[in-house]
């Protein structure tokens, strides 16, 4: 086989580079609540199946394109977070990560058996925008590039809007002080609901775009939180902006030991390299926690 | 340790030795079940709820001592061997892995232990010539301990992972280990050897879910990477201990009855809506009980760590 | 004392919940089943579950057994082989159930069987169909299902007939489709195919880009894969992304269902994959079947439903066989047995695999999949070779 060409090489760049992209989407909100309030949430990939679940409510009723789809879910989950954080979320910010890993974890077998009561274990998916763009000798898969797109523009977007905006400024004063923030007359509890409320948004993103990608059901939640793990350790916990960059690190690594190893082996990179690093640098290739 | 505080427990380890002549081998098997449950659940408490290093991936030892369970009585050992070794086994594969990882702080530690849990499962599945890999292992019936003997095994088990609780809370390791829990830095500054008692405490966890493993692996009569490399597993753990109540010598026993109790009732009619109940619970009980129900007994007061017998 | 009360309280309510069981002694038959409605299997699981279901009302409509009549117990497995050994104890000891059908799923059956071979309770497998199962001396399990070994055989020998040469193969890590893999390699040298790429792949793929550009380099003739519905779906979504092309595509499980062709659109236009039955096929009792499961259901059943509805049947028809609920003479009776349900023929060898049934190959051809193998049977021509990417 003539697995160092060029062309082939770079081919392998590409494709991990956008299945990277669709784990940094998910990964980046999962670090942004980790970030902000010290929650682990494992119930982040079945936000993201809500978002999917939703998307496929309305191509299959109302027959909504899913990239049209996208301008009601992003809202839709994003008030789900708000107000998700607001009832529930909120009561165990600041109390230890046993208790949030078991309300999430809480949340999200009730979220899993909700959609399995409704829409039982059938997988679903949407055979829209399928194929590739033929750059050159380069296959552009549409669906993933459509994901890569939208996920670095919703990162770099959350990530300047955190840096720069007097709202997104509040967060990170939440995130490093939340007693300090408290003091300078930043409503905290609403930044929280704003932050889980964003990460939600991020979530239901990845839920539309995995509709073109893959076949879901309320189960498959399991696949993607895993490696979601591991790239936040990779790009470092609470670090937003690492997260996109472990997810794209992970995807790429992924392809290259599927293609020259196997794809058996694919599977060990993630544990393999957040051991690693966690060996190196116990604290995460982008060092410690921190929302910028 | 004064009498009244073991004599519930030499009550209930009564009852469950005589279990046997009344119920029938499905009761049976739901007890062994819950005995498991009793089992790991304390073994999760003793580093998790003592030390306060919540450990996501304590099914790595149960999934090694179930596939060293499994090989062995397979290459011919006798069972009750094959459980020994099972636990040994992943005693020398916690040790080192307590060095490494509990350099770790918080979240770092619970997920890199749920990454070696997820390695565990992809070197039983891809060491296919040792383990058959993804094909899993069917034991032979005419090797297989009868239902009694794996049950009395992992009553056994059980009963050894409470006390050891119970011995460990009472004795000067536990105090440390509580010390490292409140704040690991002032423990280190009044001389505790943090290091050394936390991995211990590590070592000792993954004993008991090795021979629990093992005997899984018996009961079942055919392992794979997926069913017991499970993570789904160490949740109901945690879920059962902090149910209970986290620390505690009975509340993870509380924990692991409830639950269990539960599932029996509901699960068989409502499959996916009793999964969502048990979610609406497991939320139910992180607001409105955040210590286990332990926390509500007026007894409590009795058992303050503070007043505990052998603290200085 | 009060510790002592709460805690024996919570035991002895442990104990009495596990001892609720049905009262015996009503007139009624019981037939004991584990279904996966949660877990992994839950999408299959309950389309044999109507199948169970449909065919005790079918009974009971029929006069029941010997008179008698029929209810289902069943309980959900999780999908998980422990809880499946679990239940078929509590329905051989607790219900004290008077005949047995098997779980869905390999891993669960491996289990389950070893508990009814421990109580000699002869039980009808109509979920699985590792080979491994029927290659432990069990002398209690007997099959439905045609084997997984033999599942691409049809399709391969097709490649051999239209004369194409090298054949690429891709499957899960899990026990099925292994078994699946095996018979293809087996296969493949038999008939003199070469077998030019190999590869196994984890639960958790959701990419399968590096795969198929080692495969499209390899140019093969063939592409088969033992696998499932989500993996067989993102492959074929993924070839198309890179063109990877060959004169056929052949999955396991994944075409065989209703949902295959929705997923994918235009994609899945022309994949094959193998089926244990397809509600076209002309054989006796599968139209009445099917037309009654549809009134009932409100879709049309997949084979997991009819190997339900025909478990159902042999177990009526050993019980015809013997006059008796007794479990030897059933184990004999299942052992002779050779009837044909709406499932297909049933006949097993000594060691309770089924040989009598043969497998279907069926294609995806205008948007819905068709019987398109054996030719006996067939309900419309191959479309060969696949179209390729480019005149789509």
Redesign the interface.
């Known amino acids: 086989?003539?697995?160092l060409e060029p062309v082939?090489l770079l081919?392998?760049l590409v494709?991990?580079l956008l299945?990277g992209a669709l784990y940094a989407l998910l990964a980046c909100g999962l670090n942004l609540v980790?970030g902000v309030m010290?929650v682990?949430n494992l119930a982040h990939a079945e936000l993201m199946l809500a978002g999917a679940f939703l998307t496929y409510v309305l191509y299959a009723w109302a027959g909504i394109h899913p990239l049209l789809a996208f301008f009601l879910v992003l809202p839709a989950l994003f008030g789900a977070g708000f107000y998700l954080q607001r009832l529930?979320v909120e009561?165990?910010v600041g109390?230890?990560?046993?208790?949030s890993?078991?309300?999430t974890?809480?949340?999200?077998?009730?979220?899993?058996?909700?959609g399995?009561?409704i829409f039982?274990?059938?997988?679903?998916?949407i055979?829209?925008l399928?194929?590739?763009l033929?750059v050159g000798d380069i296959?552009i898969?549409?669906p993933r590039t459509a994901a890569a797109l939208l996920a670095i523009a919703l990162t770099l977007g959350v990530y300047h809007f955190l840096k720069h905006a007097r709202l997104g400024k509040a967060i990170r004063a939440v995130a490093e002080h939340p007693d300090v923030a408290m003091l300078c007359g930043i409503d905290v509890v609403r930044m929280r609901m704003f932050t889980f409320g964003l990460a939600a948004a991020m979530a239901g993103a990845a839920g539309v775009m995995l509709t073109m990608?893959?076949?879901?059901?309320p189960?498959?939640g399991?696949?993607?939180i895993?490696?979601c793990?591991?790239i936040?350790?990779i790009g470092g916990?609470g670090n937003f902006i690492g997260a996109l960059y472990g997810g794209l690190l992970l995807?790429v690594a992924?392809?290259?030991v599927?293609?020259f190893v196997?794809?058996?082996?694919?599977?060990?990179v993630?544990?393999?390299l957040?051991?690693l690093i966690?060996?190196i640098r116990?604290?995460?290739l982008k060092g410690a926690a921190d929302v910028t | 340790m004064s009498l009244k505080s073991i004599a519930p427990g030499i009550v209930l380890a009564l009852l469950a030795v005589a279990a046997p002549a009344m119920a029938s081998d499905y009761q049976l098997l739901f007890l062994l079940q819950l005995l498991m449950m009793i089992a790991l659940a304390q073994s999760w408490n003793l580093i998790s709820g003592m030390t306060g290093y919540v450990s996501l991936g304590h099914t790595a030892f149960f999934g090694v001592g179930a596939y060293a369970g499994a090989l062995l009585l397979q290459w011919g050992f006798p069972w009750w061997l094959a459980i020994f070794k099972g636990a040994g086994i992943a005693l020398l594969v916690a040790a080192p892995l307590g060095v490494l990882t509990l350099r770790l702080r918080g979240p770092y530690f619970a997920i890199a232990m749920l990454g070696l849990n997820e390695i565990g499962r992809l070197v039983a599945t891809l060491w296919v010539d040792l383990t058959q890999g993804g094909d899993g292992i069917p034991l032979s019936p005419a090797r297989l301990p009868t239902l009694l003997q794996n049950y009395y095994t992992m009553l056994t088990l059980a009963v050894l992972a409470t006390s050891l609780i119970a011995w460990v809370r009472y004795n000067r390791l536990g105090l440390e280990l509580r010390a490292i829990r409140e704040d690991e830095e002032a423990a280190e500054m009044v001389g505790v050897n943090t290091t050394r008692n936390k991995v211990i405490a590590f070592a000792l966890s993954a004993v008991i879910p090795g021979a629990a493993g093992a005997v899984y692996a018996f009961y079942t009569s055919y392992i794979d990477p997926v069913s017991v490399f499970a993570p789904a597993l160490n949740i109901q753990m945690i879920v059962m201990v902090l149910l209970g109540g986290s620390g505690t010598v009975w509340g993870p026993v509380i924990g692991a009855v409830l639950v269990r109790t539960l599932h029996e009732l509901t699960w068989a009619q409502f499959p996916a809506l009793h999964l969502a109940l048990l979610g609406v619970l497991i939320v139910a009980i992180v607001l409105f009980l955040p210590k286990g129900i332990l926390s509500l007994a007026p007894w409590r007061r009795r058992v303050r760590p503070d007043r505990a017998p052998g603290s200085p | 004392m009060k510790r002592i009360h709460f805690l024996l309280a919570g035991f002895g309510v442990g104990i009495a919940l596990a001892s609720a069981g049905v009262p015996a002694q009503t007139k009624e038959i019981v037939v004991g089943t584990s279904v996966a409605l949660t877990g992994k299997y839950a999408r299959t699981g309950q389309e044999q579950l109507n199948g169970f279901q449909l065919w005790v009302e079918d009974v009971n409509r029929r006069g029941g057994l010997l008179g008698r009549k029929v209810r289902l117990a069943y309980y959900d497995d999780e999908s998980k082989p422990d809880t499946g050994a679990k239940l078929y104890e509590k329905l051989i000891t607790g219900d004290k159930v008077d005949l047995l059908i098997g779980p869905y799923s390999s891993g669960v059956t491996l289990a389950a069987s070893t508990v009814a071979e421990k109580h000699r309770f002869p039980i009808i497998s109509a979920g699985a169909s590792s080979s491994k199962i029927w290659a432990r001396g069990y002398k209690n399990v007997f099959g439905l299902y045609t084997p997984a070994t033999t599942y691409m055989d049809q399709i391969l020998a097709l490649a051999k007939e239209k004369g194409l040469k090298r054949v690429a193969l891709i499957h899960a890590d899990t026990a099925f489709p292994r078994d699946v893999a095996r018979g293809v390699e087996a296969s493949a040298k038999r008939l003199g195919l070469e077998l030019v790429f190999k590869e196994e792949y984890g639960k958790a793929s959701t990419d399968f880009a590096a795969m198929i550009l080692k495969i499209k380099a390899l140019k093969p003739d063939v592409v088969v894969g033992g696998s499932y519905l989500p993996d067989s779906t993102a492959f074929m979504r993924q070839a198309r992304e890179y063109q990877l092309y060959a004169k056929i595509f052949a999955f396991a499980v994944g075409p065989g269902l209703p949902d295959f062709g929705p997923n994918l659109g235009a994609i899945a236009e022309g994949v094959m994959g193998n089926s244990q039955w397809e509600p076209t096929l002309n054989l006796p009792g599968v139209k009445t079947f099917a037309k009654q499961y549809e009134q009932r259901y409100g879709h049309v059943p997949g084979y997991h439903a009819a190997g339900g509805y025909g478990a159902g049947q042999v177990l009526e028809a050993a019980v015809k066989m013997t006059r008796s609920f007794d479990r030897d003479k059933l184990r004999r009776a299942l052992l002779k047995l050779d009837t044909t349900t709406a499932f297909g023929r049933y006949k097993v060898d000594a060691t309770g695999m089924q040989l009598g049934k043969p497998g279907y190959t069926v294609q995806w051809i205008g948007g819905s999949r068709h019987v398109i193998l054996p030719p006996s049977v067939a309900a419309r021509k191959t479309t060969y070779p696949f179209k390729p990417w480019d005149k789509r």
């Open positions: 086989m003539h697995l082939l081919q392998f494709s991990g299945a980790f010290r682990i529930v009561r165990v109390k230890g990560e046993l208790q890993l078991l309300l974890y809480g949340l999200s077998i009730i979220l899993i058996n909700t399995l009561l039982a274990s059938d997988f679903k998916a055979p829209e399928q194929g590739a033929i296959a898969s549409k990608i893959y076949s879901f059901s189960e498959t399991a696949d993607f895993l490696k793990f591991a936040i350790i916990m995807g992924e392809i290259f599927a293609g196997s794809s058996q082996w694919a599977e060990a993630a544990y393999v957040l051991i966690l060996l116990p604290t995460g």
